[in-house]
């Protein structure tokens, strides 16, 4: 299958975006941002009609760019990909919101996903540690399951931090594989190397709860990163409560277990407790009713700016609730109340998008 062509303006701005990564500047990234909105309201064909229903003339700044609730993904296609043409990988929700109802992100080339996914990791979740260490896996494999975007940056970390003899993915198809993880954990207790584990909240309490009565001593300098929620599971826990939990059962102080904050419609992932967003992605707290932006300590919708989403959507509106403090650092509070948010319905409206 032939390369999807490449479109005007995009290699001069791809270079730009890369040489960001390697040398952050904040002074440049209003420059950047504004390129990629425009860039976007010109390839993507949905946010092109977003931005004209917005705006009667050019975007002269990015905060104009109108934000796309993130549900949107399970309607459009929100890609500069025509749909015949070939894509570089095709990222999807896990479908938790009803049936038929998974969202998709065509991705044209994987270059500033795999460039921006390193260095926020080894930062916070290796603390700046960057020789290959054991790694136990408790997130989708991505041989099983293509469409996982975090498999899909696991298994690309893993490439160059994990050692490859003691590396495992213990979900799989047929779930979690209880007996191959403890195993693991337990062979580590007598290492001196410190390990790695890398889960969901609930493959976490699974895998705890599946043994009970188990419990290991990681070695010292053995971190954890623990990304997403529960989904509407059975048993659920807040975060102080599970990393309660993984201190008693894996021996691991607080400061070890590391939140990580991305999804399938980012390039980007926050992390750390409270969530830090790299240099090429800004957070911010809306009012659910305005999308204004709201001050420091007060709650509201969590929005994003991605600015390595070059050939999707940058400007995103999520479904969780969090508050900002004065540094722009994250805490989550949850998911929004489940009825369609009015920036939801309004944009759905616009793009003449009838929402299930």
């Not at 298994?155 to 209880?178: C, H, I, K, Q, R």
């Amino acid at each position: 299958m032939s390369a999807a062509p490449e479109l005007p303006g995009r290699p001069a701005l791809h270079r730009d975006l890369l040489d960001f990564v390697a040398r952050p500047d904040p002074t440049r990234f209003d420059a950047l941002a504004s390129r990629v909105v425009r860039f976007q309201a010109a390839t993507v064909e949905a946010y092109g009609r977003l931005c004209r229903a917005r705006h009667d003339g050019p975007l002269t700044h990015w905060r104009d760019a109108p934000r796309v609730p993130t549900e949107l993904f399970r309607d459009l296609d929100l890609s500069n990909l025509a749909p015949d043409e070939p894509e570089a990988a095709c990222f999807r929700t896990s479908g938790t919101t009803g049936p038929g109802r998974r969202g998709a992100r065509r991705v044209r080339d994987l270059g500033l996903y795999h460039a921006g996914m390193v260095e926020p990791f080894v930062s916070h979740v290796l603390a700046g540690e960057r020789q290959r260490r054991p790694w136990l896996c408790l997130v989708p494999d991505p041989r099983d399951a293509p469409g996982s975007s975090l498999g899909h940056m696991v298994a690309g970390l893993a490439t160059d931090l994990a050692a490859p003899a003691s590396l495992l993915w213990a979900l799989g198809p047929e779930g979690l594989d209880v007996a191959a993880a403890w195993l693991w954990l337990e062979a580590r207790t007598a290492e001196a190397s410190p390990a790695v584990v890398l889960g969901t909240s609930f493959a976490i309490v699974s895998l705890l709860d599946a043994e009970p009565a188990r419990r290991v001593r990681l070695p010292a300098g053995s971190r954890l990163m623990l990304t997403g929620g529960f989904k509407g599971r059975s048993r659920t826990l807040d975060e102080d409560a599970l990393s309660a939990l993984v201190t008693e059962r894996l021996g691991l102080d607080a400061e070890a277990i590391v939140p990580e904050y991305g999804m399938t419609e980012l390039t980007s992932q926050a992390y750390g407790r409270p969530l830090e967003a790299p240099p090429w992605l800004r957070l911010e707290v809306v009012d659910p009713l305005s999308l204004a932006p709201l001050p420091p300590g007060e709650r509201g919708l969590v929005a994003c700016f991605d600015l390595l989403a070059l050939d999707n959507v940058s400007a995103l509106l999520t479904g969780d609730l969090g508050t900002l403090d004065a540094a722009g650092r994250l805490t989550l509070h949850g998911r929004a109340p489940g009825a369609v948010l009015r920036g939801c319905s309004l944009t759905a409206e616009e793009l003449g998008v009838l929402t299930r």
